[in-house]
């Protein structure tokens, strides 16, 4: 199995930028699809962004379609949410986590998943 530990989350002003990784061990991260998911207090976790293996297509909640970007390293074996026109909405915990053969929107669908960082943008 593959393990998978975020960071880069933290607190920014809404109008900035952050950039998470997610770094994957055990595992070769190209192989799987990948996903980024968020979770605001009270809320339902909720799909953000997925990639296919090899990075073959990315796709995007239309949410944050045109402010955040999916990409993978797989010289470092890491995976990045780049985020960037920040909203307080895009306020939550956001996760990574992978499974077999394609991205879902459903997080049921995922087989791992790290531990989640925090992202905070004030107004």
């Known amino acids: 199995q593959v393990q998978l530990v975020e960071s880069g989350g933290g607190l920014v002003q809404a109008g900035g930028s952050l950039r998470l990784s997610c770094a994957a061990s055990?595992?070769?991260?190209?192989?799987?699809?990948m996903g980024w998911f968020r979770q605001a207090p009270g809320k339902e976790r909720e799909f953000v962004a997925g990639?296919?293996?090899?990075?073959?297509?990315?796709y995007y909640a239309d949410s944050v379609k045109g402010r955040f970007t999916f990409s993978v390293d797989n010289a470092k074996n890491t995976i990045y949410l780049q985020m960037n026109s920040l909203k307080p909405g895009d306020t939550a915990v956001y996760y990574c986590?992978?499974?077999?053969?394609?991205?879902?929107?459903?997080?049921?669908?995922?087989?791992?998943w790290g531990q989640g960082t925090q992202v905070t943008v004030s107004s």
């Open positions: 986590a992978s499974r077999r053969n394609t991205w879902s929107t459903s997080w049921g669908q995922y087989t791992n």
């Open positions: 055990g595992r070769t991260v190209s192989v799987y699809a």
């Open positions: 990639i296919m293996p090899n990075g073959a297509g990315t």
